[in-house]
């Protein structure tokens, strides 16, 4: 695998383009004799998919994956741990952090703890007006001391440290062209024009 072809589509943010990467390599039969992909490949497209939060896809992959390559590289056992804990809703937390990665695959768990964030403090923006410490700590993977900072500086939630829970700061909405076009219905000539447009068509 080229090591360095991965970092410079990580790099770019370009995921879509560190699956193809791997699915290329996995279906050449020099790369992959017999269709099966060195271990290293299946560990950079298993980390790929959990970053993309394609949880379907990383489990068909885990299935498919020989036996005797996760036995041989020990790392996509320890990956899909992190993509079990996804998959059962639970902190990834542990699995997170319960491997020494090597530098390639610290780069890409680096990528999936920042997705992981930003997509539960997002999705609990949307879901919630308060939050409880106890479901921000499952829903990121993050220490208390890490949610406190994250939630408060970034997202600018208040903390209750008494109550142990967030009060969310909910995100604006931004006006669109539709609202703006609604508002502009709404004003005085607007509705007068629409009132007489009501009226032609009911005659």
Known sequence: MDEEAVRTLLAEGNIDGLVQH????????KSSPKGVAPGNVYLVL???HLIQHDLSSARFLWKR??????????ELIAAWQIG??????????DALTAYSWNPLATALVAELKEAIVTRAFKKMTKAYATVDMDTVLRST???????IKHATTVMQWE?????????????????????????????DSGLAALTETVVALEA
């Open 141 to 147: 993977g993050m220490s208390e001391a890490e949610c």
């Open 84 to 93: 079990q804990a996804l998959w059962k809703g639970i902190s990834p937390r």
């Open 159 to 187: 903390y209750d440290a008494q109550a142990r829970a967030f009060t969310v700061k909910r995100e604006e909405e931004g006006t669109d062209s539709k609202a703006t076009g609604a508002a502009t219905l709404l004003t």
């Open 46 to 48: 298993l980390l790929a």
């Open 65 to 74: 994956i020989p036996q005797s390559v996760k036995q041989e590289c020990p």
């Open 22 to 29: 791997c699915t290329d390599i996995e279906l050449d039969e």
